[in-house]
């Protein structure tokens, strides 16, 4: 399995529907195996990708995917194209795909480069099959059961939050009895969804994933709102979109992979506006591939929940107060999560999110300059370790931040985010080193709150230390 970046999209100035520009690879599996692929590339009118296997053997015959559909609502503007495949041993195959659309060209002219992202997975049969075999012991409830399915008011705790993180199972065939066919761009759909519906008075935050392993399922999250329209008709408008797939550590060889819905300032005031979360398996139909008994096969998904309303009653709002009040000065938690996080290519900045349980200041600082966020610059550090490309000789560097800001949210008195970014353009540009590593450091000892209290580490997040990017190279470099 891997993740290729940065993939030329081939455009051409003389476009022709009936014979775009293309790339073709040619398959040989040694066993029975399932082929999936996920193209992530801009949404531009007019401009698309096209995926078409062929068997060689049967004189080019092109073969049924199992599954295909795009996904429209990824963040940033983009798409996801997701095809899969059963591939026969000892055939040969050819996958093409072929590039719609002309190239874009400015006034002076000149045409620009487009790219996308590709991850292919060959897995064979046999190890799919062996992977989701049911595990004995373990207790997962199922998707549609182990779901919390109508939240309210009453399911919020006295700080306005709720919060949901399970390992739910999905076992074949009997949990899969509520899959839908739908039609997509004119072709009949799988799919089988679970959805969660929010009715609440007060305005909320919410931030929802999904982990799963690749090659034996691909879910999707949704968040629609019900709105009605002017002849008082009711109708789901999709208001948030989903991330594109995630993969764990931004490690492009792992196989367990991630999908995000964020959505903040939720309306939820008015009796017309209701909300929906859904979780969808889009392709419900790969464990019917694998054959063996009824019940033996199951894959699994974590579902991870945070909501948190924003409005609260002045009872929650003393008693989360008090709550707060007795807790010492605290780094809580910094983003990255998963560390080491991989960073691919060079790029020209690093950052950091970290979380505080109240606003940091810098000890020595007087009460105007505590009013400059800037000045949490002189408590962080990047310790980079760079690499000589002429003799291999390392080297370690300290960076001060370029960048630094704070915030909060009223309802979250608990939680003051400090965004910091370390500008990293000399190492992009340079042909003499290269960036390994980098770790974040925080002088926690020069950091005290307004009370003069200095700041401690959450015991975890000191047990395992604050992030770590690891500097790989291009794509385009490992490949060649």
Known sequence: MRRFRNVLFKLSREYSASSPEYDRVELEPVDDALLHLTFLYEALEGRGIKVRLTDTWMMGQEVTPQASFRLRDIEGGHEELVAEYQLTKGRHYSLTVYYLGGAPVDQPGRSHCALYDVTLAISHLTKVKEETECRAGTHAEPLGSGLTHVITDRDLDGDGAYSFDKVLRLQYPGDFKKVATTREDGKPADILAERIVFDLSSNFDIRASLDWEYDQALFTLGFT???????????????????????????????????????????SQEHSRKHTLTIANRQPGLLGVLGGPAGAACLYVRVKISLQATQRSAQGLYSSSRRRSGGPPTLQACRPDESPAFVHGRPSSARFDLVF?????????????????????????????????????????????SEVTGSSKAYRGDEYHVAVAFDLTEFERTATEKLVHAQLVVLTAQLVDSDGVTFGVEARLAARGLPIYVFEQNDEEQLL
């Not at 009605?228 to 993969?247: K, T, V």
């Not at 000045?375 to 931040?401: C, I, N």
């Open 225 to 267: 709102e019900a709105v009605r329209d002017e002849s008082g008709e009711w109708y789901a408008d999709a208001s948030h979109e989903q991330s594109p797939l995630i993969f764990k550590q931004n490690n492009d060889h792992f196989q367990t992979v991630r999908r995000e819905l964020v959505a903040d300032g939720v309306e």
């Open 357 to 401: 349980n109240t606003r940091p200041y810098v000890q020595h600082h007087d009460a105007l300059e505590r009013q400059d966020e800037r000045a949490l610059a002189e408590a962080l550090r990047l310790k980079a370790s760079t690499v000589s490309l002429a003799d291999g000789s390392t080297s370690e560097v300290h960076l001060a931040p």
